[in-house]
């Protein structure tokens, strides 16, 4: 099983649409999350951090449920820009090692 | 401006060939790391460093090596690359603070396509 798991897509939606992203994390040590973005064959810029009360940044809201393991990500009103993949990041200690792991990536496309 | 820059930002080299692949940033971070993106595989870190002179292995070490001399430039080295080895290289530096870079933002370079052949 994969420390860091996310439904790869593609999700498809159209212009104005709410999409939401799940990511789940096996590691119950984990101790801070993100959401990253990635363009096509570009570097991951930080899209956001995600706390355990939950965070909004405009259009992007973040949730953390740390019972669950799992991490979320909803975008509202989705514009043609919002195309891309987005990679959910987990970082732990691990018996002195720190390590930051990142899922697979989530692939969104927004269509007119 | 505040970058990560990597060099060259693409390799095709032939098994055997040792190569380095330079990074540097300027935002004076204590932490610098290597990753390598693979498709389905999302990136594995390869090495970390948490400040000058001190290195660790990340997730996927084998087959390269890290130095850190100086604060500002983390090089990747592949002393006898092989065809596995293909695939798309990031350098990435954050603050380091208490956690070690675990809670901060991480800024990436541009990316390095190495090909071994």
């Known amino acids: 099983r994969k420390e860091v798991e996310q439904d790869p897509g593609p999700f498809n939606v159209p212009e104005g649409a709410t999409v939401a992203f799940n990511c789940t994390y096996s590691?119950?040590?984990?101790?801070?999350f993100f959401w990253y973005r990635q363009d096509c064959r570009k570097e991951p810029k930080l899209l956001m951090s995600v706390y355990s009360s939950g965070n909004e940044d405009g259009r992007f809201t973040a949730q953390l449920n740390r019972a669950s393991q799992y991490i979320s990500l909803l975008i509202r009103d989705s514009k043609l820009s919002d195309s891309a993949t987005y990679l959910c990041?987990?970082?732990?200690?691990?018996?002195?090692?720190?390590?930051?792991?990142f899922g697979s990536g989530t692939r969104l496309q927004v269509q007119p | 401006e505040a970058q990560v820059t990597q060099n060259p930002r693409y390799l095709i080299t032939v098994t055997g060939k040792k190569l380095t692949v330079t990074c540097s940033q300027n935002?004076?971070?204590?932490?610098m790391s290597w990753y390598r993106q693979d498709p389905g595989l999302g990136l594995r870190q390869i090495y970390y460093?948490?400040?000058?002179?001190?290195?660790d292995k990340g997730d996927v070490p084998e087959g390269y090596k890290v130095s850190r001399k100086e604060k500002r430039n983390f090089p990747l080295i592949l002393e006898s690359p092989s065809p596995n080895q293909t695939s798309l290289y990031f350098c990435a530096s954050s603050f380091g603070t208490t956690t070690g870079g675990l809670d901060n933002e991480q800024f990436f370079g541009p990316g390095t396509r190495l090909t071994v052949l």
């Open positions: 590691n119950s040590a984990s101790q801070s």
């Open positions: 990041v987990v970082g732990r200690m691990d018996t002195g090692r720190r390590a930051l792991t």
């Open positions: 935002m004076n971070h204590e932490y």
């Open positions: 460093s948490m400040n000058v002179e001190v290195t």
